[in-house]
């Protein structure tokens, strides 16, 4: 684990996450990477998440990453008790950040209105498939069928095959960017005076919608519907992936007129390098087949490793397809800081580090994802003043665990 003599930028706030699996817990562990206080509450079952995937001494090693820095507290949000508590730490919060389907929260007496009228300074945080509003909003919206509506699916693949889904749940990962990207808008709004609290409303597949770049304005200005090229990007040469002899591949962004140049120059077609017709972008998208043939052609004739030396020598950018081994050994990954290590029983395992990086104020992995429940008495104690007692009897409704 990192250590740093502040706080984060964010220490002071305050956050209580609601909803499990990716999109919610994601948006607290960024918040809670900068120094905010997260409050998580789970259901007695605990949030899916800490048994998903690759499981360790019966806890998922992405749950160590995923859970950093939170508190956490056992509440059944099933029970009128436990919806009583969730209201009086709402009531104690600057942010909550839930992600459950439209409607829930209104439905236990905890949607925006009912927790404006005791604490109006919230800033309350909705993650959904599509949205607090609109026709399809009631429908279920995992990340990958909003991929899939977003437009962001259709690009990601190759022609006259089926689309390919990054083995990611991106949808969710860029959803809680952008729900962090609104709570940080809307407490500056409330540093300056300008509201108070106020809902953010991120919906999965508008999230992904903010990615398509030109795709909205081509289609409407020119009737153009960008389809999917596979390794390359549509209108922009030569920026392709190319298999090398050792197998490998690497990436080649030569698109620059002069970087074109430079590349051409590099793997010993200089005739090319000079030709007019291939002297801005225009004419290489026209020849767009017999530059990426002759690319691939001298990639496949040399090791990954040369390759890669020869065109940085050449200042083209280039660089080689990582996987977490490659990542993991690489100089500049490790001193870049992009890996933490945290005590995990008796052992210890590495979780990402977050970004951005903040020179004066920067974030830090605290502890790794706590135990169910961990946190429960410290929680109702020092944030809500319960007494011994009054949690006893908590538990023995059933509400708190």
């Given at each position: 684990?990192?250590?740093h003599n502040?706080p ?9 996450e609601?909803g ?6 994601f948006t607290a ?19 899916q ?5 690759i499981?360790?001494?019966d ?6 990453s995923?859970?950093?820095n939170?508190?956490s507290i ?6 009128e008790?436990?919806?009583a ?5 709402a ?5 909550l ?11 236990w ?25 609109g026709?399809?909003?009631?429908k279920?919206?995992f ?5 899939g509506?977003?437009?962001f ?9 089926a689309?390919?889904?990054?083995n ?7 959803a ?10 809307s407490?500056?709004?409330?540093l ?6 106020q809902v ?8 992904m919608?903010?990615?398509?770049e ?8 020119a ?27 690497v990436?080649?962004?030569?698109n620059?007129?002069?970087?074109f140049?430079?590349?051409m120059i590099a793997?010993g077609?200089?005739?090319m390098a ?10 290489r998208?026209?020849?767009?087949r ?5 690319l ?5 004739s040399?090791?990954?490793k ?21 990542m ?6 490790q001193?870049?800081g ?16 977050i970004?951005?990086?903040l ?7 605290r ?13 109702l ?7 011994d ?12 665990r």
């Amino acid at each position: 684990m990192t250590e740093h003599n502040n706080p984060g930028p964010l220490a002071g706030i305050r956050v209580l996450e609601l909803g499990q699996l990716l999109a919610g817990p994601f948006t607290a562990s960024i918040l809670g990477y900068f120094g905010a206080e997260i409050i998580k509450v789970e259901p007695p079952e605990g949030d899916q998440i800490r048994r998903w995937r690759i499981v360790k001494d019966d806890t998922a090693l992405w749950w160590y990453s995923l859970g950093r820095n939170k508190k956490s507290i056992v509440i059944d949000l099933k029970s009128e008790e436990g919806r009583a508590l969730v209201k009086e730490l709402a009531n104690e919060c600057d942010v909550l950040i839930e992600n459950f389907r439209p409607g829930v929260m209104e439905n236990w007496g905890l949607g925006p209105e009912d927790l404006k009228a005791t604490n109006p300074e919230l800033i309350y945080t909705r993650i959904s498939g599509y949205g607090q509003t609109g026709p399809y909003s009631t429908k279920p919206g995992f990340a990958s069928v909003c991929e899939g509506i977003s437009g962001f699916r259709f690009l990601n693949g190759f022609p006259d095959e089926a689309p390919v889904r990054p083995n990611l749940s991106i949808g969710d990962s860029i959803a809680s960017l952008h729900a962090v990207i609104g709570i940080l808008m809307s407490l500056t709004a409330k540093l300056r005076n300008r509201a108070s609290g106020q809902v953010v409303d991120v919906a999965l597949y508008e999230s992904m919608f903010n990615l398509l770049e030109g795709v909205i304005p081509e289609y409407s200005g020119a009737g153009v519907i960008r389809q999917p090229s596979g390794t390359t990007v549509t209108g922009i040469v030569p920026t392709n992936t190319y298999r090398c002899e050792d197998g490998k591949f690497v990436v080649i962004g030569g698109n620059g007129d002069s970087i074109f140049k430079r590349l051409m120059i590099a793997i010993g077609r200089e005739d090319m390098a000079n030709d007019p017709e291939l002297a801005d972008n225009a004419g290489r998208v026209t020849h767009e087949r017999t530059i990426d043939k002759v690319l691939a052609s001298w990639c496949s004739s040399l090791p990954s490793k040369t390759v890669i030396a020869t065109l940085e020598e050449a200042r083209v950018p280039v660089g080689p397809i990582y996987n977490a081994e490659d990542m993991f050994k690489d100089p500049h990954f490790q001193a870049r800081g992009l890996f933490e290590e945290v005590p995990v029983g008796d052992d210890t395992i590495h979780i990402p580090a977050i970004t951005p990086k903040l020179s004066e104020t920067p974030g830090a992995t605290r502890w790794p994802g706590p135990k169910l429940g961990e946190h429960s008495d410290r929680v109702l104690k020092e944030v809500l003043g319960k007494s011994d007692s009054a949690i006893e009897s908590l538990r023995q409704t059933g509400a708190v665990r």
